[in-house]
C-alpha cells in the first residue's frame, strides 16, 4: 500500500514538473520570437527607410501595444553601436551624454552600447550604454557575432533588482547574407534590441495561477557549467524534509546555455 501511494505521488510529481516545464519553456519561446521579429522591424524602419520611421515615441507606443505578445519581459528596449570617434557627435545630436549603469559619465572606450528607444516600462534604460555591465556586455558580443537569440546569466536586473536574464539580439545594418562570417557581423551590427525576463516576479505569477501549486517547489537553474549551478528563480534553502525530487529539463532558445527545473512535492499525501 505504501509503495503504491509513493508511485501515485512521484507520477503526480512528474507530470506536475512537466507542465510547468513545458509552459515555462512555451512562454519563453513566444517572448523570444517576439523580440527577433521586433530586432527586423528597426532594421525595416530604421535603418532601410530614410529618414528612419522610428522615434522613442513610435517604439515606446509599438512595443507598449505589443508588449502582450512578450509577457515573461518586463520590457524591451534599443541601444545603438557608437564608435569612440562617433560618441561627441552623437551626443551632441541626441541633446544628453551617455551614462554608465551605474549612472556615472561613460569613460572613454573603443565602442558604446547607449539606448535611445525604450519601452516606458524601462525608461530607466534610457542613456544608458549597455557595455558598461559586465552581463549585457557579454550578450551584445555573443549576440553579434552569432545573429541568434541570446540570454545571460541570472543576475539582479536594473531598475527592480530582482533576479532575472537578459535576452539580446543584434540588429545588422541592410544586405548582410544569410550565411556571413563572425567578422562580417560585427562589422554590420547597427546596434542592439532586447530586454529582461523578470524571472522572479513574471515566473511567480505565471506559475501561481495553476492548480495545485501549493503542493509543490519549484527551481529554476542555470546548468551551463553543470557543476556550478546558478539560482535563476524559486526558494534559496529547501524547507523540510524533502521526499520526492523530479528534474525537467528546459530549451529557451540559447544553446550556450542549459537550463533546468527542479522540483520537489511538499504535501502530505
Ligand atoms: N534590460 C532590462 N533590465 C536590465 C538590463 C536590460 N538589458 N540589464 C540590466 N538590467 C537593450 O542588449 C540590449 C537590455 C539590453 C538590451
Known amino acids: 500500500l505504501r509503495r503504491e501511494t509513493m508511485d501515485r505521488a512521484e507520477e503526480r510529481l512528474v507530470s506536475m514538473c512537466e507542465e510547468r516545464a513545458r509552459m515555462l519553456q512555451e512562454q519563453f519561446g513566444v517572448t523570444v520570437n517576439h523580440v527577433h521579429a521586433l530586432a527586423i522591424l528597426i532594421s525595416t524602419f530604421h535603418f532601410e527607410k530614410f529618414p528612419s520611421a522610428i522615434d ?9 501595444r505589443t508588449s502582450f505578445e512578450r509577457p515573461l519581459l518586463n520590457g524591451v528596449a534599443y541601444a545603438q553601436r557608437i564608435f569612440h570617434h562617433e560618441r561627441e557627435m552623437f551626443e551632441n545630436q541626441q541633446g544628453w551624454i551617455m551614462k554608465t549603469m551605474k549612472r556615472q559619465a561613460a569613460p572613454p572606450q573603443d ?6 528607444f525604450s519601452q516606458d516600462t524601462v ?7 549597455m557595455m558598461s555591465g559586465e552581463e549585457d ?5 555573443r549576440a553579434r557575432a552569432t545573429g541568434k537569440a541570446v540570454l545571460t546569466n541570472p543576475f539582479r536586473l536594473l531598475g527592480s533588482n530582482h ?3 537578459v535576452l539580446t539580439f543584434a540588429v545588422y545594418r541592410p544586405g548582410l547574407a544569410a550565411d556571413a562570417s563572425v567578422e562580417e557581423r560585427v562589422e554590420a551590427t547597427a546596434g542592439y534590441l532586447g530586454g529582461a525576463f523578470d524571472v522572479e516576479s513574471l515566473v511567480e505569477n505565471l506559475l501561481s495561477k495553476l492548480a495545485g501549486n501549493q503542493d509543490i517547489v519549484v527551481n529554476v537553474y542555470d546548468v551551463t557549467n553543470a557543476s556550478e549551478p546558478m539560482a535563476m528563480y524559486g526558494p534559496q534553502s ?6 520526492l525530487f523530479h ?23
Open 56 to 64: 522613442q515615441d513610435t517604439f515606446a507606443k509599438y512595443t507598449a
Open 111 to 116: 565602442e558604446y552600447a547607449p539606448v535611445i
Open 123 to 129: 525608461s530607466y534604460l534610457a542613456r544608458i550604454d
Open 137 to 141: 556586455r557579454e550578450n551584445i558580443l
Open 163 to 165: 533576479l532575472g536574464v
Open 238 to 243: 529547501p524547507d523540510g524534509k524533502v521526499s
Open 247 to 269: 528534474v525537467s529539463t528546459l530549451d529557451f532558445g540559447d544553446p550556450f546555455r542549459a537550463h533546468e527545473m527542479r522540483c520537489r512535492l511538499v504535501a502530505s499525501f
